[in-house]
């Protein structure tokens, strides 16, 4: 008999949910028996807590009855009906009393909201919400809160190296700016900015503050000139390294220019559609390619095309990527521009005039190669495109700001007494 009493509901709630202060009084079913309801009463002697100054405060009235939804419980929605008190508090007024399971502001209650949170992690909003029978706007509710408070928490100490790099997440150029810690030990999403100007970057430093940019010491950046500048301006001390998968990506992209031009022409001019079905031969990393990808490739390289001579300029250049010293990197930079200078193919002399301009900028890969690993910004940034995908339900700022804190931010939790998770 007494082990039948002991895993009544209120038991079990008051092991793993305990608040001094209050207690549990009575759990029965909701009107619609889908639901359980219990009433939660402040324990007899205990004073209500100011929710603005956090102090014990006189009590003033009661507002009317309020329920806060907590973890649902074999199909069941599980509600915790409570009448806050307003307390007359000496410094503040007449104020809504503080409840240690929720606040004034959200329905759930602190233990949903992390639970939910962290389930959102995993799965998509929406699949969380189904799992839960709960609303994606509570599931959004829930990410929000849990967000802001690790934004709140977090400590922004001593950070090394930093990344920016700027995600398309809307069509029509909508991008964000994304600055990540990079560090050895520690890499992490710090900053969400709107559009890629120097005003969305420059958001960050306000947030860091100076000091701590002014410890920062390597910076790695695509070539955007708005993300330049801002370097230039906030972080004039650290060593400023253009990324490697952007200069590929770039390059990529002129080569695939070429292709596709010269393919329209060849067209054009009725010859045979040599360059049918090679987009893939040119742009794959050689390893990269099938065996008839492999084949296809040998093939056309008999010809001479401008997208062959193209290709093979692209190829050249990942030498440039294993030098040691910066020194050497430079002659064979100076060397592979001034051969692309002359190739007479205009996409691949867009990018040797890039490469010259920002000459000191991509030697400086070489003076910091051993300290940072170049790929971490592009395995971030996948990991971003990622979550913008799985995520969320409208492609607005605030949710995807959210979405990517709360995936990539390593935020810090609220704390419960209970791993409901
Ligand atoms: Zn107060």
Same mark, same amino acid.
């Given at each position: 008999?007494? $082990?039948?009493?002991?895993? &009544?509901?209120?038991? $079990?709630?008051?092991?793993?949910?305990?608040?001094?202060?209050? =207690?549990?009084?009575?759990?029965?079913?909701?009107?619609?028996?889908?639901?359980?309801?219990?009433?939660?009463?402040?324990? &007899?002697?205990?004073?209500?807590? +100011?929710?603005? +100054?956090?102090?014990?405060?006189?009590?003033?009235?009661?507002?009317?009855?309020?329920?806060?939804?907590? /973890?649902?419980?074999?199909?069941?929605?599980?509600?915790?009906?409570?009448?806050?008190?307003?307390?007359?508090?000496?410094?503040?007024?007449?104020?809504?009393?503080? =409840?240690?399971?929720?606040?004034?502001?959200? @329905?759930?209650?602190?233990?949903?909201?992390?639970?939910?949170?962290?389930?959102?992690?995993?799965?998509?909003?929406?699949?969380?919400?189904?799992?839960?029978?709960?609303? *994606?706007?509570?599931?959004?509710?829930?990410?929000?809160?849990? =967000?802001?408070?690790?934004?709140?928490?977090?400590?922004?100490?001593? /950070?090394?190296?930093?990344?920016?790099?700027?995600?398309?997440?809307?069509?029509?150029?909508?991008?964000?700016?994304?600055?990540?810690?990079?560090?050895?030990?520690?890499?992490?999403?710090? *900053?969400?900015?709107?559009?890629?100007?120097? &005003?969305?970057?420059?958001?960050?430093?306000?947030?860091? %503050?100076?000091?701590?940019?002014?410890?920062?010491?390597?910076?790695?950046?695509?070539? *955007?000139?708005?993300?330049?500048?801002? /370097?230039?301006?906030?972080?004039?001390?650290?060593?400023? $390294?253009?990324?490697?998968?952007? /200069?590929?990506?770039?390059? #990529?992209?002129?080569?695939?220019?070429?292709?596709?031009?010269?393919?329209?022409?060849?067209?054009?001019?009725?010859? @045979?559609?040599?360059?049918?079905?090679?987009?893939?031969?040119?742009?794959?990393?050689?390893?990269?390619?099938?065996?008839?990808?492999?084949?296809?490739?040998?093939?056309?390289?008999?010809?001479?095309?401008?997208?062959?001579?193209?290709?093979?300029?692209?190829?050249?250049?990942?030498?440039? *990527?294993?030098?040691?010293?910066?020194?050497?990197?430079?002659?064979?930079?100076?060397?592979?521009?001034?051969?692309?200078?002359?190739?007479?193919?205009?996409?691949?002399?867009?990018?040797?005039?890039?490469?010259?301009?920002?000459?000191?900028?991509?030697?400086?890969?070489?003076?910091?190669?051993?300290?940072?690993?170049?790929?971490? =910004?592009?395995?971030?940034? #996948?990991?971003?495109?990622?979550?913008?995908?799985?995520?969320?339900?409208?492609?607005?700022?605030?949710?995807?700001?959210?979405?990517?804190?709360?995936?990539? %931010?390593?935020?810090?939790?609220? &704390?419960?007494?209970?791993?409901?998770?």
């Amino acid at each position: 008999m007494k $082990i039948v009493r002991a895993m &009544e509901l209120l038991t $079990i709630l008051n092991h793993c949910h305990r608040h001094r202060g209050f =207690v549990y009084q009575h759990a029965r079913f909701g009107p619609d028996q889908k639901s359980i309801e219990v009433e939660v009463r402040p324990r &007899e002697g205990s004073a209500a807590v +100011c929710s603005e +100054c956090h102090q014990p405060a006189p009590g003033y009235d009661h507002l009317p009855e309020r329920c806060f939804e907590f /973890i649902p419980l074999w199909g069941f929605l599980v509600f915790l009906l409570y009448r806050m008190r307003r307390v007359d508090c000496r410094n503040c007024g007449v104020v809504v009393e503080e =409840v240690p399971w929720g606040d004034g502001k959200h @329905q759930l209650t602190r233990a949903y909201m992390l639970f939910l949170a962290r389930w959102a992690r995993k799965l998509s909003w929406k699949e969380t919400a189904e799992a839960f029978h709960t609303s *994606w706007d509570q599931v959004c509710d829930a990410v929000e809160y849990v =967000v802001g408070w690790g934004l709140e928490h977090r400590t922004l100490e001593k /950070i090394r190296a930093i990344g920016v790099d700027e995600i398309q997440y809307a069509k029509g150029h909508k991008y964000l700016t994304l600055v990540y810690q990079i560090d050895q030990g520690l890499t992490r999403l710090l *900053w969400v900015g709107k559009e890629r100007t120097i &005003e969305s970057f420059q958001g960050f430093f306000t947030v860091l %503050g100076e000091p701590l940019a002014a410890q920062i010491e390597f910076v790695c950046s695509d070539m *955007w000139q708005p993300y330049l500048d801002v /370097i230039r301006q906030k972080c004039s001390q650290a060593l400023h $390294i253009l990324d490697r998968f952007h /200069i590929v990506a770039k390059m #990529n992209q002129a080569l695939d220019d070429v292709r596709a031009a010269e393919s329209r022409k060849m067209a054009q001019d009725g010859h @045979q559609p040599l360059l049918k079905k090679t987009r893939w031969c040119v742009l794959k990393r050689k390893e990269n390619l099938t065996s008839q990808q492999k084949f296809r490739l040998r093939d056309l390289l008999r010809y001479n095309l401008q997208t062959v001579r193209a290709y093979l300029l692209k190829e050249d250049f990942q030498q440039f *990527w294993e030098y040691n010293s910066p020194t050497w990197a430079g002659m064979f930079l100076d060397f592979w521009c001034q051969q692309t200078m002359r190739s007479r193919i205009a996409p691949m002399k867009k990018i040797a005039r890039t490469l010259r301009a920002h000459r000191e900028l991509l030697l400086n890969y070489f003076k910091a190669r051993k300290q940072i690993s170049s790929g971490v =910004v592009e395995g971030l940034n #996948n990991k971003a495109k990622v979550t913008m995908r799985k995520s969320y339900g409208f492609r607005t700022f605030r949710i995807l700001e959210l979405a990517l804190y709360h995936s990539l %931010g390593k935020l810090p939790e609220p &704390e419960l007494t209970h791993e409901f998770f």
